[in-house]
């Protein structure tokens, strides 16, 4: 199969041709007569399309119209067109199209050709191409046994009860070694099983033909207890946020002592999967020398925290930028190159991406909920701390696109969800005091006052006096803790704004240590809230 690409750069034209390893669709064609197929296309095509014809006893590949048009978009949900065969016509014999052919979902089906009969049809989705086999009716074949692929399989499983990955800086300082992140993985599960419902049974027409093409498929699980980001430079400079990612409400009766056996029951199974924070699930198809190739991926995370720092954000990546080689040489050295070469680089690397596409049957991101907090120190310090966003699911498949495309739909389902609660966003604003996070306090604390005693009322009356107390201690304290917060976020915002507009470096850096010691009880808080006002009321003097 050969793939041709087109491509405008700095006013030239560029047509590649290439060996194409990912074809769409490949036929085999096991009748002793040709034959031709046809698109059934609704609407006017673009440009002429023609039929494709099919040899007796041979295969082909092809690339359906409405594929080659809509590549490389990645759609919600991208159905093909259905497909029309027939015998090749004669001078003396005309013959007709057969019934539609539906190659969206795997299957045996039977269809008629005039002139010759009856024939089996299956289609099989494989790594992104899809394989379709024509046999006639009564063809002779040979039993096989689709327990062989299972004797063979693989069952692989690992716990893993912490697992630490740490970034460290060892250029800026040679003499001593500087941990920039952190980042850990508590109670880390895997799990992988052949996958039966993927064996689907052939047509006995196809049997002794399509053994050596069986795939086994698998199923791999990982299971994330807990995880954490955390900003190791926090104590050594003047950052904000000690943990950059971490998980929303932590199951503390979670329990994990069972895996370390590793011989765990279906039930057990569901046990990990509710109390995993994070859930990673991959089909995977086994390829040639032990190779994996993923067909499906699903993602599912619980509610997390996310903190966002503008200044740690630019300094690792300034960092980072230390650490590559210098761009000069490696543009000089290109540049010598570029007699010897045929296409320019950006070319090259742009036709590698259109014939090394992404390929997925299926790719499913659950429903996100997080707890942003944004600080940013631009001319004027913004801070937004625990703004709720919720993501909808994102769904595609199949998935045949660059990778460029397939970012490009991830980040604009997600900004148009952040869009959404562009509100929530405002209303989180420390400068104004944070009144989004004042209401939802007082909407729990109301709802609380109402539901617990509620719910005490069904289970008796000692439990509805218990339920009127524990609701009403709900109710003043989110309004308390609702109203000293949004005080405590405009006092801190204007307080920050102030230390930024003194123009002194020393006061700023002495105020933001302080601002770091957290107060070990409701004493020590006191009494650094009355020092701090006081040196402020003086200083301001």
């Not at 009748?31 to 609704?42: A, G, H, M, Q």
Request: hydrophobic letters at 40%; glycine letters at 6%; one cysteine or more.
């Amino acid at each position: 199969a050969l793939v041709l690409t087109y491509q405008e750069h700095l006013g030239v034209t560029y047509l590649t041709l290439s060996e194409d390893p990912s074809p769409r669709i490949i036929i085999h064609n096991r009748c002793p007569v040709s034959l031709l197929l046809k698109e059934n296309i609704k609407d006017t095509p673009r440009f002429d399309v023609y039929c494709k014809r099919v040899p007796a006893d041979s295969s082909v590949h092809h690339e359906l119209y409405h594929q080659v048009t809509s590549y490389p978009d990645c759609k919600t949900r991208d159905l093909l067109p259905s497909i029309l065969l027939k015998v090749i016509s004669t001078e003396e014999i005309t013959n007709e199209w057969s019934d539609f052919v539906d190659i969206n979902n795997q299957g045996t089906q039977i269809i008629f050709l005039t002139g010759f009969g009856y024939v089996y049809v299956d289609i099989a989705h494989q790594c992104g191409t899809i394989v379709i086999t024509l046999a006639p009716e009564g063809r002779p074949g040979h039993q096989i046994n689709l327990n062989r692929a299972q004797e063979q399989s693989l069952v692989f499983q690992m716990f893993v009860s912490q697992l630490s990955l740490a970034v460290y800086d060892d250029i800026t300082n040679p003499r001593t070694s500087s941990e920039l992140v952190r980042f850990t993985l508590d109670n880390v599960y895997l799990h992988m099983v052949p996958v039966a419902s993927y064996l689907r049974p052939l047509s006995h027409e196809f049997h002794g033909e399509t053994t050596s093409d069986l795939q086994q498929f698998y199923t791999l699980q990982i299971f994330c207890g807990d995880l954490q980001l955390d900003n190791q430079l926090y104590n050594k400079s003047n950052f904000h946020f000690p943990v950059l990612l971490c998980q929303g409400e932590k199951n503390e009766s979670a329990q994990w002592t069972k895996v370390y056996n590793l011989m765990v029951s279906n039930k057990d199974l569901e046990e990990y999967s509710e109390n995993s924070f994070l859930k990673l699930r991959f089909t995977l198809s086994e390829e040639q020398n032990l190779l994996f190739h993923v067909n499906d991926l699903s993602f599912e995370m619980k509610p997390a925290r996310l903190y966002v720092e503008d200044t740690f954000v630019y300094y690792i990546k300034t960092l980072f930028e230390t650490y590559l080689p210098d761009s000069r040489g490696i543009c000089h050295s290109t540049k010598a190159n570029a007699v010897n070469q045929i296409l320019p680089e950006r070319v090259r690397q742009h036709a590698n991406a259109l014939l090394s596409p992404v390929k997925l049957r299926k790719l499913v991101i659950q429903p996100v909920s997080l707890l942003v907090s944004i600080h940013a120190s631009l001319k004027l310090y913004i801070a937004s701390d625990h703004t709720p966003l919720s993501f909808s699911v994102f769904e595609r498949g199949p998935i045949f696109t660059t990778a460029r495309q397939l970012i490009h739909a991830l980040a604009m389902h997600y900004a148009a969800g952040a869009l959404f609660r562009a509100g929530w966003v405002v209303g989180s604003l420390e400068i104004l005091g944070s009144p989004a996070s004042l209401v939802r306090s007082i909407g729990n604390g109301i709802a609380d006052f109402f539901r617990l005693p509620y719910e005490g009322l069904t289970r008796g009356p000692g439990a509805f006096v218990s339920g009127v107390s524990r609701g009403t201690t709900s109710f003043v304290k989110h309004i308390s803790k609702g109203t000293l917060t949004s005080i405590t976020n405009l006092a801190t915002s204007l307080a920050r704004n102030m230390d930024r507009l003194s123009l002194d470096e020393e006061h700023y850096n002495r105020q933001e240590e302080w601002r770091r010691q957290l107060p070990e009880n409701l004493g020590e808080g006191l009494r650094q809230g009355l020092s701090r006002l006081g040196i402020s009321l003086l200083g301001y003097q």
